[in-house]
């Protein structure tokens, strides 16, 4: 009981850090893409403290609840967002023996919270008693019922390699190097991969699938109305899903905490020979999941920097009528490779 | 089915109810991020559907007419500034010449080069603000931030020249304020040789961009006879397939001024095929002549056309003689009469009119905006258009509401 009360406050602190640094991390990434400086103030030459002083200048904001808005519902959006956002990260490993919860189903636990999701920005947005946030709720729902299909079935490809919904044993199974990752386990599973990312992307809500918030029609969206924390914890929330979801693509098709290079095994680093191995193992498995991940997120903010945003009708047309042909080829083809190499 | 019918809440027969969507009066406007200043546009909608667009305006009126009925026609200059901000050379340039052509005068050659080389500048910095707030209407901000980095060396030129980056009242009645500083021409060639390097990137991100094309392709489709019905002028014209171009077809007192340069006129033909067109990405499968996008891809020629105006102009400007005119005194008396002249402004055909009666102040001074006109086929093209395509269209427009309401 203590022990998972410690791991949850460490978690906290740590998903905590992790999004401040990414919020950080994406304002320099969009500057240099934008060929400008970014945050170059608050914490010395790189700006490092930026997440932190914006956070302290939310704090003191006026807090705002629309005279139209149902105040109850307004209020607890955000927080759904939040728990839901944090819930993530019960399940998802960081090394092999560092998970709070190590449940069989991992994985479909983390798609169903994934669907959860999409309840705080219904309801925020029709709890704000705005057109344009209702509007962005509605186009939310649009939205999750296009990506969820196919999402789901690019998920369950290293389902099916490793015969297991257990994270830990998915990302297990790819141990020993970068050729017995999912992703290059076929060309079935790589394509999975790419349509994955791209429905990942479009259920956090980034560019070019920011639909609900989208800026230059909806004003913001479902968070056109929130000012202050309550903002802030939405913001927050979806640097931290940013940051879950794109561990969970490391997990399930970039090996997780296996390096590309087996080097333990190479130098004989065996954990029964020597017993500080073990710790080694584990940390450098949290740096190796912490570079994937933040690949992943890197790849993800350079979208949003780069393309357009989609229409609604075009949004729909391609998790329905691209990715979720080609996630069922990926599933199907995946299946049968495995059958194949039996 | 049954069970459900029982419950309290639902009316009785409540299946022979026709399912039905209320239709929305959604406000947008006038603080609304993308409809370029303070444009209010009610919008009918039905869901993301929307079935009528409204525009309002009146937000920026500054009673900019009645005041060029009190000061003199020299003094009406910085006003014509305020109008369109984005190209306030252009605007400088339209009311000095209706003046001039009023009073009968006219701007000796280096002069006439000089004007050409800043209002061409200015077309280009224009065109920049219009296709990258474009690309921000669509939600793409990257090109935004290219287009402004590149207007800013333009201002920081236009800096030098007059003290002003943004309201220049530089080209004036008689010629210009003053002549080009020392090394300045030479710091033109090389902001046009950075600025032709840059403009690729620009192409990349949107022109061939696949989204965008998506977005923008065969949406707010203006046949010409529609376009001529409105009244619609400058890019929004000719990207309806009009090859019109008053620097080519206006009047002579204007068109003088470019009977020596080399350029082609932005439009599409029947085809949607640009002239020179092997220079520039080409044309996309989808796009409809008169559609967002063929507006926005002429701008982006334009862009290049006035660089190779500007590169000419230069030329001409460095071996032109004698000087660059010299502005008329505030005292000078306007005949009776009354003379109207119509520019190329990068937003269309900018009308001024100036009526005299013997006396330093105009008794009547008119601007058409090309905006007001441009802005009129709006509620035309979003019928039956979904949400997201309004910004679309109307950033497609390229409105400027100090223009519009003046």
Redesign the interface.
């Known amino acids: 009981m203590f022990l998972i009360f410690l791991a949850s406050i460490i978690i906290l602190l740590g998903v905590f850090t992790v999004a401040a640094f990414l919020v950080w991390a994406e304002r320099k990434v969009?500057a240099r893409?934008?060929?400008?400086l970014g945050p170059t103030r608050v914490g010395g030459r790189f700006g490092w403290l930026q997440s932190v002083a914006d956070g302290i200048k939310i704090l003191t904001k006026e807090d705002i609840i629309p005279r139209d808005a149902d105040s109850a519902l307004f209020r607890i959006a955000p927080y759904l967002a939040l728990a839901v956002g944090f819930s993530w990260f019960v399940v998802l490993p960081f090394s092999e023996h560092l998970v709070v919860a190590r449940v069989e189903s991992a994985a479909v636990f983390l798609l169903a919270l994934a669907g959860l999701e999409i309840y705080a920005v219904l309801l925020g947005g029709y709890a704000s008693g705005s057109?344009?946030s209702l509007?962005g709720a509605?186009?939310e729902a649009v939205q999750v019922v296009s990506y969820e299909v196919p999402l789901a079935l690019c998920a369950v490809i290293p389902v099916l390699l490793s015969g297991s919904m257990d994270l830990v044993t998915i990302a297990n199974a790819q141990s020993g190097g970068f050729w017995h990752w999912f992703v290059f386990n076929s060309p079935f599973a790589f394509l999975g991969f790419w349509v994955f990312m791209v429905c990942t992307t479009a259920g956090l809500n980034r560019?070019?699938f920011?639909?609900p918030e989208?800026?230059?029609?909806?004003?913001s969206g479902y968070m056109t109305e929130y000012s202050g924390f309550r903002w802030a914890v939405f913001m927050l929330t979806e640097y931290v899903i940013m940051f879950a979801v794109s561990a969970l693509g490391a997990i399930l098709f970039l090996g997780g905490w296996h390096g590309p290079l087996p080097i333990t095994a190479w130098l004989g680093l065996d954990r029964l020979a020597y017993p500080w191995a073990f710790w080694i193992q584990n940390l450098a498995g949290i740096i190796n999941l912490l570079v994937k991940a933040m690949l992943c997120t890197l790849g993800i903010i350079w979208a949003r920097?780069?393309?357009?945003?989609?229409?609604?009708?075009?949004v729909m047309t391609m998790c329905l009528k691209y990715c979720l042909p080609l996630a069922i080829v990926a599933f199907f083809g995946s299946l049968l490779w495995k059958l194949g190499s039996m | 089915m049954s069970r459900l019918r029982r419950n309290h809440w639902l009316p009785e027969h409540w299946e022979s109810y026709e399912i039905r969507t209320e239709e929305?009066l959604?406000n947008m406007g006038p603080q609304?991020?993308?409809t370029h200043g303070v444009l209010r546009l009610v919008l009918r909608t039905r869901?993301?559907l929307v079935l009528e667009v409204t525009p309002y305006i009146g937000y920026l009126h500054r009673c900019a007419e009645k005041i060029g009925e009190n000061v003199n026609a020299q003094q009406w200059i910085p006003y014509t500034d305020r109008m369109d901000y984005l190209s306030a050379m252009n605007m400088n340039l339209g009311w000095a010449l209706t003046v001039e052509k009023l009073l009968g005068i006219e701007v000796p050659e280096r002069g006439k080069h000089l004007r050409v080389i800043l209002a061409e500048l200015n077309r280009i910095a224009s065109h920049l603000v219009a296709v990258g707030t474009y690309?921000?209407?669509?939600?793409?901000?990257?090109p935004f931030?290219?287009c402004f980095?590149e207007r800013e060396k333009i201002l920081n030129l236009f800096e030098w020249v007059c003290g002003a980056r943004l309201t220049y009242s530089f080209i004036v009645i008689g010629g210009v304020r003053a002549d080009l500083p020392k090394g300045w021409l030479q710091a033109c060639e090389n902001f046009l040789t950075e600025f032709e390097r840059a403009l690729p990137e620009l192409h990349v991100?949107?022109t061939e961009?696949k989204?965008?094309i998506?977005?923008t392709a065969g949406v707010g489709v203006l046949p010409p006879k529609l376009a001529i019905q409105y009244g619609c002028t400058g890019p929004v014209l000719r990207g309806s397939g009009i090859a019109w171009d008053l620097r080519r077809h206006g009047e002579p007192i204007y068109t003088r001024m470019y009977d020596e340069y080399d350029f082609q006129i932005a439009a599409p033909d029947i085809s949607g095929n640009y002239p020179r067109q092997d220079v520039f990405p080409p044309v996309p499968g989808e796009a409809v002549v008169g559609d967002c996008w063929h507006r926005f891809f002429v701008r982006m020629y334009e862009i290049s056309q006035s660089i190779f105006i500007v590169r000419q102009a230069l030329d001409k400007y460095s071996r032109a003689q004698g000087n660059v005119g010299e502005p008329v005194k505030h005292s000078q008396k306007l005949p009776v009469g009354e003379a109207y002249l119509e520019t190329e402004c990068p937003r269309g055909q900018m009308g001024f009119l100036v009526v005299g009666n013997n006396s330093p102040i105009p008794w009547r001074a008119r601007a058409r905006s090309s905006s007001f006109c441009n802005l009129s086929v709006l509620s035309e093209l979003c019928r039956g258009v979904?949400?997201?395509?309004?910004?679309a269209i109307v950033g497609s427009l390229d409105i400027v509401l100090g223009e519009v309401d003046r």
């Open positions: 969009a893409i934008q060929d400008r057109k344009w509007i509605m186009r560019a070019p920011d639909l989208a800026e230059s029609e909806l004003v920097w780069t393309l357009p945003r989609l229409r609604i009708d075009q | 929305w959604v609304h991020p993308s869901g993301e690309a921000l209407d669509l939600g793409n901000f990257t931030m290219y980095r991100l949107l961009n989204i965008f998506s977005r979904l949400l997201a395509d309004v910004p």
